[in-house]
T-cell receptor, first 114, second 113 residues
Framework: NAGVTQTPKFQVLKTGQSMTLQCAQD?????MYWYRQDPGMGLRLIYY???????DKGEVPNGYNVSRLNKREFSLRLESAAPSQTSVYFC?????????????FGEGSRLTVL | GESVGLHLPTLSVQEGDNSIINCAYS??????FIWYKQESGKGPQFIID?????DKRQGQRVTVLLNKTVKHLSLQIAATQPGDSAVYFC????????????FGAGTRLAVHP
């Protein structure tokens, strides 16, 4: 079972470049999320999508945009990358909301912005 | 290498011993708590959860204890195995809160043979 699949796994960007992180889940989950993980800070929510057709800001949305393309796919876009966006990005999904059940995470996308 | 684990508190245990990982949560209104395990190079995996109407919940080799008075959560792992070596995160939220799942910084568990 694939679960949550993220691409790419690794990416190096120069400051000002743009890129899109792709995420797909095959569990028929309604809710999808993008987190970033920085050393010593745990995971912080960037954006989430409670259901197909809706997206909302999380804790740290500045510098990012998202698209819920369909029920399976949720992409994260960096329009103009900055060194502060160097991080490990995780996509996750859940059958229901955050307060009602477990999240299933992808394996992460490691982004370095020079 | 895995940069996420830098600067984390580390718990070192001998294989076969019991491990206790502690977490202090921040919001007295939180009513749902989750423990996740993250192995090097992988995404977090759900271990066990507990709601605020419970003080204790047991799973396979794991027990979560909740003390709401002092806002403290602990994860106990019985007979710790090398495969338990990972970073462990607690997370708290209010039921139904989509954007309020707050993760702790994590604790690294190192199991020695």
């Amino acid at each position: 079972n694939a679960g949550v699949t993220q691409t790419p796994k690794f990416q190096v960007l120069k400051t000002g470049q743009s890129m899109t992180l792709q995420c797909a889940q095959d569990m028929n989950h309604n809710s999808m999320y993008w987190y970033r993980q920085d050393p010593g800070m745990g995971l912080r929510l960037i954006y989430y999508s409670a259901s197909e057709g809706t997206t909302d800001k999380g804790e740290v949305p500045n510098g990012y945009n998202v698209s819920r393309l369909n029920k399976r796919e949720f992409s994260l876009r960096l329009e103009s990358a900055a060194p502060s966006q160097t991080s490990v990005y995780f996509c996750a999904s859940s059958a229901r909301g955050l307060g009602t059940g477990e999240l299933f995470f992808g394996e992460g996308s490691r982004l370095t912005v020079l | 290498g895995e940069s996420v684990g830098l600067h984390l508190p580390t718990l070192s245990v001998q294989e076969g011993d019991n491990s206790i990982i502690n977490c202090a949560y921040s919001n007295s209104a939180s009513d749902y708590f989750i423990w996740y395990k993250q192995e090097s190079g992988k995404g977090p995996q759900f271990i066990i959860d507990i709601r605020s109407n419970m003080d204790k919940r047991q799973g396979q080799r794991v027990t979560v204890l909740l003390n709401k008075t002092v806002k403290h959560l602990s994860l106990q792992i019985a007979a710790t195995q090398p495969g338990d070596s990972a970073v462990y995160f607690c997370a708290e939220t209010s039921s139904g809160g989509y954007n309020k799942l707050i993760f702790g910084a994590g604790t690294r568990l190192a199991v020695h043979p």
